[in-house]
């Protein structure tokens, strides 16, 4: 059974940055396609960064770009987001998510999902 823990949300000030973590274990090998979304209170979950098995390949939306930046340590069986020049409209449950196959923006491709970590940033 594959399981995600992510975590190292929190409080900030905007302009703030934080670190989310995920640890990706039950299976021997960590190849997948990894991302992480969020969602705000009364809205959709939305794509923030993706990056694929090897690590060559990553993916941004744009209100991310610039100021995410997601990477991986397959040795670790990890992935993080780095999170600089936080806004006020960063606030919201941050989730990271696996999938079998591939990489990309597309959450109903994702198979499997953290808890989630909330990051609140304060104006």
């Known amino acids: 059974q594959v399981q995600l823990v992510d975590s190292g949300g929190g409080l900030v000030q905007a302009g703030g940055s934080l670190r989310l973590s995920c640890v990706v274990s039950?299976?021997?090998?960590?190849?997948?396609?990894m991302g992480w979304f969020r969602q705000a209170p009364g809205k959709e979950r939305e794509f923030v960064a993706a990056?694929?098995?090897?690590?060559?390949?990553?993916y941004y939306a744009d209100s991310a770009k610039g100021r995410f930046t997601i990477s991986r340590d397959n040795a670790k069986n990890s992935v993080y987001l780095q999170m600089n020049s936080l806004k006020a409209e960063d606030t919201a449950v941050y989730y990271c998510?696996?999938?079998?196959?591939?990489?990309?923006?597309?959450?109903?491709?994702?198979?499997?999902w953290g808890q989630g970590t909330q990051v609140t940033v304060s104006s």
């Open positions: 039950g299976r021997t090998s960590f190849s997948y396609g």
């Open positions: 990056i694929s098995r090897s690590g060559g390949n990553t």
């Open positions: 998510a696996a999938r079998e196959y591939g990489s990309g923006s597309n959450y109903r491709l994702y198979d499997y």
